[in-house]
């Protein structure tokens, strides 16, 4: 059974910085794409950034030169740095991944495996 869990969601002031994991269990994800998506109150799902089959990734332009990957000494891993939050990153976030793609989907509700989301607050 696949089984995606996020972590290291919190609160943080603007300007602060967190790092988001999902572990994927029952699943070796190096080959397909997993993404990383948000929901902000009241507001559809976004994509945040993905990481294709082949390693190329892809990050929204709203957090382009703020988030990254991360490195994970954990074996099928996907951290997302963030840095220089802003209070407009609050949001619920998801990681989804799937094996039918090597190319990531650009929705989330496409990707057959996805986790229960954490949630990231920035105040001002």
């Known amino acids: 059974q696949v089984r995606l869990v996020e972590s290291g969601g919190g609160s943080v002031q603007a300007g602060g910085s967190l790092r988001l994991s999902c572990t994927v269990s029952?699943?070796?994800?190096?080959?397909?794409?997993m993404g990383w998506f948000r929901q902000a109150a009241g507001k559809e799902v976004e994509e945040v950034a993905h990481?294709?089959?082949?390693?190329?990734?892809k990050f929204a332009d709203s957090v382009k030169g703020r988030f990254t990957f991360a490195e994970s000494s954990a074996k099928d891993t996907l951290d997302l740095q963030m840095n220089d939050l802003k209070d407009e990153d609050t949001a619920m976030y998801y990681c989804?991944?799937?094996?039918?793609?090597?190319?990531?989907?650009?929705?989330?509700?496409?990707?057959?495996?996805r986790g229960q989301g954490t949630q990231v607050t920035v105040s001002l």
């Open positions: 989804a991944t799937d094996h039918r793609f090597t190319w990531c989907p650009l929705e989330f509700r496409t990707y057959t495996f």
């Open positions: 029952g699943y070796t994800v190096m080959r397909y794409c």
């Open positions: 990481r294709n089959g082949d390693g190329t990734t």
